[in-house]
T-cell receptor, first 110, second 114 residues
Framework: AQSVSQHNHHVILSEAASLELGCNYS??????LFWYVQYPGQHLQLLLK??????LVKGIKGFEAEFIKSKFSFNLRKPSVQWSDTAEYFC????????FGTGTSLTVIP | DTGVSQNPRHKITKRGQNVTFRCDPI?????LYWYRQTLGQGPEFLTY????????KSRLLSDRFSAERPKGSFSTLEIQRTEQGDSAMYLC????????????FGPGTRLLVL
């Protein structure tokens, strides 16, 4: 069965700190991987996605993620966070069905 | 606004009542998805349609839940005989034809069952 694990439930960072949010999935077949973000009071929106090719994927607002097949991981990174990055971040995997992780709440302190 | 819309945005009902939610996808999108999200959890996939065909419904939570998309455009999600445990946010998303395509989410319908 497919599943997605996000290890960090709550993260608090100061502005300009670096961010890495973990995401691991379990699925033996070909997967499509996504990171979605939900800013306070807004809809879920796509940050970035991976289907094939270069395992380092760049998304909006300076975010990137690296697909490491051997580790079944798709961690999200940003070198320098801003206060406006405060949001809920969800990792998702689409294999034969679509699964979201439980989310990581990021608070960036000015 | 050409995004995904959902109505109503909020619904309060008494246990045992039936409720129906509507989702209008982005017009050119032929895939439509329903999710449920409870506090502290990620969206939980329920079902999806490609045009009017419901291709996956094994994840619907019980036989009290049903969804339709009769003309391949808007969709409805019905919950019969609601229970307090059905209280959640119900999200709709739409996408173009393939699993690789980005899903665009609506604002959700928040259901409270008293």
């Amino acid at each position: 069965a497919q599943s997605v694990s996000q290890h960090n439930h709550h993260v608090i960072l100061s502005e300009a700190a670096s961010l890495e949010l973990g995401c691991n999935y379990s699925y033996g077949g070909t997967v499509n991987l996504f990171w979605y973000v939900q800013y306070p009071g807004q809809h879920l929106q796509l940050l970035l996605k991976y289907f094939s090719g270069d395992p380092l994927v760049k998304g909006i607002k300076g975010f990137e993620a690296e697909f490491i097949k051997s580790k079944f991981s798709f961690n999200l990174r940003k070198p320098s966070v801003q206060w406006s990055d405060t949001a809920e971040y969800f990792c998702a995997v689409a294999g034969n069905q679509f699964y979201f992780g439980t989310g990581t709440s990021l608070t960036v302190i000015p | 606004d050409t995004g995904v819309s959902q109505n109503p945005r909020h619904k309060i009902t008494k246990r045992g009542q039936n409720v129906t939610f509507r989702c209008d996808p982005i017009s050119e999108h032929n895939r439509l998805y329903w999710y449920r999200q409870t506090l502290g959890q990620g969206p939980e996939f329920l079902t999806y349609f490609q045009n009017e065909a419901q291709l996956e419904k094994s994840r619907l939570l019980s036989d009290r839940f049903s969804a339709e998309r009769p003309k391949g455009s808007f969709s409805t999600l019905e919950i019969q005989r609601t229970e307090q445990g059905d209280s959640a946010m119900y999200l709709c998303a739409s996408s173009l034809n393939t699993p690789q395509e980005t899903q665009y989410f609506g604002p959700g319908t928040r259901l409270l069952v008293l």
